[in-house]
T-cell receptor
């Protein structure tokens, strides 16, 4: 089956630093990738939609200058949390849709747990 | 806006059937999904159903859709300890810049009693 890989799976950083999370589709091309954030004991919140070769579309309330998204190729999207603060600590999950076999299925990465000290 | 509601917890005995319910508000939903999330992991797609279907069965999983009542359910037959996880109901919506993002429910924690 289709595999989406996220890296790193866990990251701890100091307040004020920036952290980059990668999302790769390993065996398929994804023109669209989605970034979600999951707070403890809560559901997933869609942050932004990442389209290859164009600017990401952010959901209401998500700061685009804070959460930089780059989708440089059909298999890679990155989320950079800039000037991270403790309130940015969360579980970030990406998903991707197969552009060729568009069955409606989204393939999810394993998630990246960010802890900001 | 779109809203998806689920009960937060469900406790069943091992071997019994589990039924996880979900209600949604967006009548224009095209796909409805069930995802499973094990502790500390990402999401695994269990199954999905097109909005023009009433039922879909896949081994131990049965999905029922009542489009009139906007109610979706997931039945897991012969529940095992490995089924212990959080189950998310999700629907597609036409938003987020036009791409098919998902609206998730808060997830139902399925607890298996021995």
């Amino acid at each position: 089956g289709a595999v989406v890989s996220q890296h790193p799976s866990r990251v701890i950083c100091k307040s004020g630093t920036s952290v980059k999370i990668e999302c790769r589709s390993l065996d398929f091309q994804a023109t669209t990738m989605f970034w979600y954030r999951q707070f403890p004991k809560q559901s997933l919140m869609l942050m932004a939609t990442s389209n290859e070769g164009s600017k990401a579309t952010y959901e209401q309330g998500v700061e685009k200058d804070k959460f930089l998204i780059n989708h440089a190729s059909l298999t890679l999207s990155t989320l950079t949390v800039t000037s991270a603060h403790p309130e940015d600590s969360s579980f970030y999950i990406c998903s991707a849709r197969n552009r060729v076999r568009n069955t409606g299925e989204l393939f999810f990465g394993e998630g990246s747990r960010l802890t900001v000290l | 806006g779109e809203d998806v509601e689920q009960s937060l917890f469900l406790s069943v005995r091992e071997g019994d059937s589990s039924v996880i319910n979900c209600t949604y508000t967006d009548s224009s939903s095209t796909y409805l999904y069930w995802y499973k999330q094990e502790p500390g992991a990402g999401l695994q797609l269990l199954t999905y159903i097109f909005s023009n279907m009433d039922m879909k069965q896949d081994q131990r999983l049965t999905v029922l859709l009542n489009k009139k009542d906007k109610h979706l359910s997931l039945r897991i037959a012969d529940t095992q300890t490995g089924d212990s996880a959080i189950y998310f109901c999700a629907e597609t919506f036409a938003g987020g810049g036009g791409a098919d993002g998902l609206t998730f429910g808060k997830g139902t924690h399925l607890i298996i009693q021995p």
